[in-house]
């Protein structure tokens, strides 16, 4: 199996319920964030993304919330799924050059049915 | 549909070894990446590419080197392949047009060196 989810914090979820995926970032002059999601043995998939002039935005079942005061950006899935289980990882732009991206680390949510 | 795709999934290498990892993508994408993705670190950028023959160094680009001969493939080279390279290695592009175009990935190659 994967690696890439040992070592990783891990969020369990009834299936049905929402789940909520933080990310804490720290560089104040990041301007664009986006999260991926990625599941076992297969490369990161971009979910959403949203720019600092933000604080909210939504796609088909998620929401992005951004808190530039304290840096942070959160993840919600609406009706967590089993097909939702992955990975979810955080990545920060700020500028400055070709596809300056700094990625976190990542959450692994379980999906209980 | 987006399509990245990387040459193997899984390689077994022994130290010493050159190692070859190709990526290739069929959406005429100017920019190209490589990560290693190893657990408790992240993605970590070795090299990209903005353009056919042009390369820029990453944040962990010692031990590897590039090349972008034509703007679908960009290859990761390991000139002698050491055991701290066994990783995950995931391949990425983007249009060209800034730092906040969507990167999409390939399914990654996990590489052992043994």
């Known amino acids: 199996g994967e690696s890439v989810g040992l070592h990783l914090p891990t969020l369990s979820v009834q299936e049905g319920d929402n789940s909520i995926i933080n990310c804490a970032y720290s560089n104040s002059a990041s301007d664009y964030f986006i999260w991926y999601k990625q599941e076992s043995g297969k490369g990161p998939q971009f979910i959403i993304d949203i720019r600092s002039n933000m604080d909210k935005r939504q796609g088909q079942r998620v929401t992005v919330l951004l808190n530039k005061t304290v840096k942070h950006l959160s993840l919600q899935i609406a009706a967590t799924q089993p097909g939702d289980s992955a990975v979810y990882f955080c990545a920060e732009n700020a500028g400055g050059g070709y596809q300056k991206v700094t990625f976190g680390t990542g959450t692994k949510l379980q999906v209980i049915p | 549909d987006v399509k990245v795709t990387q040459s193997s999934r899984y390689l077994v290498k022994r130290t010493g070894e050159k190692v070859f990892l190709e990526c290739v993508q069929d959406?005429?994408?100017?920019?190209m990446f490589w990560y290693r993705q190893d657990p408790g670190l992240g993605l970590r950028l070795i090299y990209f590419s903005y353009d056919v023959k042009m390369k820029e160094k990453g944040d962990i680009p010692e031990g590897y080197s590039v090349s972008r001969e034509k703007k679908e493939r960009f290859s990761l080279i390991l000139e002698s392949a050491s055991t701290n390279q066994t990783s995950m290695y995931l391949c990425a592009s983007s249009k060209a047009g800034g730092p906040r175009d969507t990167q999409y990935f390939g399914p990654g190659t996990r590489l052992t060196v043994l």
């Open positions: 959406m005429d994408h100017e920019n």
